[in-house]
């Protein structure tokens, strides 16, 4: 068999197809021979060659969909704000847009697999918050924040934000999960840090409400 010259290519049909397929059948029902069939024009060793597991391939379409609506990206676009605002701007658009909600509904299973867990953990601490830290700081030179241990609070929120406060990872009904938003509102406050106000406590459990009905 000819080598493929652009396996760059083939990687990306291979993701597009995926993602297709688990929105669209869910996470569970879809097979890699589903992928492979509705690509057509590759092998199951071609799919092995760039993915060596479904968890790689799902790990992979999580890890698109989260650059894809990358909140600090938008936020940096916008000028005027201050370090709190800009944080807090980031905040709302990640759950807004959290992996599209329409999504929701092929992930719950996915991420209770301890692996793919940790290492969400990993990249909370060491892709998502040089980002968070960079808000802080900002704040920090403008008045808006006053934390005493910047890099510290940037990987304490990224993990309670992203991994406790998830309403897919931790699943409880809509009254515990503001008590849980509320908990986080005082403990950041205590800190120095007020990101978390009565709009977007409105937000999380808007979002909570939607992905249970989902």
Request: charged share 25%; net charge negative; with cysteine.
């Amino acid at each position: 068999m000819p080598r493929n010259k652009y396996p760059e290519i083939t990687e990306r049909k291979i993701l597009d197809t995926a993602t297709k397929l688990f929105f669209e059948k869910g996470w569970e029902q879809t097979t890699i021979q589903d992928i492979v069939d509705e690509i057509g024009d590759i092998t199951r060793g071609a799919f092995y060659h760039h993915f060596k597991s479904k968890e790689d391939i799902i790990e992979a379409v999580l890890n698109r969909l989260a650059t894809e609506n990358d909140p600090f990206k938008e936020v940096k676009k916008i000028a005027g704000l201050n370090g709190l605002e800009k944080l807090k701007k980031a905040f709302l658009l990640s759950f807004e847009n959290i992996g599209q909600l329409e999504a929701i509904k092929t992930i719950p299973k996915i991420l209770s697999n301890p692996k793919l867990i940790a290492k969400q953990l990993i990249e909370c601490v060491n892709s998502g918050a040089p980002d968070i830290l960079a808000f802080i700081e900002e704040g920090l030179l403008d008045g808006s924040i006053s934390v005493e241990y910047p890099k510290q609070t940037a990987e304490t929120f990224m993990l309670l934000t992203n991994i406790w406060l998830s309403p897919i990872i931790f699943s409880v009904d809509t009254d515990e999960y503001l008590l849980k938003a509320k908990h986080l509102q005082d403990l950041f406050n205590h800190i120095g840090l007020p990101v978390i106000d009565d709009k977007i406590l409105e937000t999380l459990v808007m979002v909570h409400k939607t992905i249970k009905n989902i």
